[in-house]
């Protein structure tokens, strides 16, 4: 069965980067794209941006230009989501979460969430 | 970007009662919407996708509507699990984006 199983909790101190893994199972991992999305406590959800596991092409919200990387490892099949420069307003709840890349369809299965706390 | 306007933000109702939830994008997205139901501490959980299909295993008092601009959530009968948070999403293009979410309260 898909399974993404992601990385354990963060804290970290602003102006530090964190990164975190997704790591994916149960498909062909380079047949899906890989979606971040983040959920500030209380709040909605935020696209953040994918990458194509297949060549490594990423397509980043205008908001995290310049501040987010995100990476894939095909020997692991794990994703990668770095973002740096951190601030008290990136503490969240972040996602993964796959869509098929030969066809549009939206997000039908998320990993668990990394909650990461940005704090002094 | 397209923005995607949700509402009420919040509903109070009751066990059996037909609710409905609309979702408004800034400009068309043709079909390209999905709903999600998310229950606190966990992931999203794909409902709807494409405006109006149900996916695999999701209950069918569940039901979408719309195209164009404008979308609605029906459930035809409120169980004590769906009292929840939803979201619609489009991904027409990117970014992809969200509503503000509405949450669904027991009267």
């Known amino acids: 069965q898909v399974q993404l199983v992601q990385s354990g909790a963060e804290v970290k101190k602003p102006g530090a980067s964190v990164k975190v893994s997704c790591k994916a199972s149960g498909y062909t991992f380079t047949s899906y794209y890989m979606h971040w999305v983040r959920q500030a406590p209380g709040q909605g959800l935020e696209w953040m941006g994918k990458i194509n596991p297949s060549g490594g092409t990423t397509s980043n919200a205008q908001k995290f230009q310049g501040r987010v990387t995100m990476t894939s490892d095909t020997s692991t099949t794990t994703v990668y989501m770095e973002l740096s420069s951190l601030r008290s307003e990136d503490t969240a709840m972040y996602f993964c979460a796959r869509d098929p890349s030969w066809q549009l369809r939206p997000l039908e299965h998320w990993g668990q969430g990394t909650l990461v706390t940005v704090s002094s | 970007d397209i923005q995607m306007t949700q509402s009420p933000s919040t509903l109070s109702a009751s066990v059996g009662d037909r609710v409905t939830i609309t979702c408004r994008a800034s400009q068309t997205i043709s079909s390209w919407l999905a709903w999600y139901q998310q229950k606190p501490g966990k992931a999203p959980k794909l409902l709807i996708s494409?405006?109006?299909t149900l996916e695999s295993g999701v209950p069918s008092r569940f039901s979408g509507s719309g195209s164009g601009t404008e979308f609605t959530l029906t459930i035809s009968s409120l169980q004590p699990d769906d009292f929840v948070t939803y979201y619609c999403?489009?991904?027409?293009?990117?970014?992809?984006?969200f509503g503000q979410g509405t949450k669904v309260e027991i009267k």
């Open positions: 494409k405006a109006s």
């Open positions: 999403q489009q991904y027409n293009s990117y970014p992809w984006t």
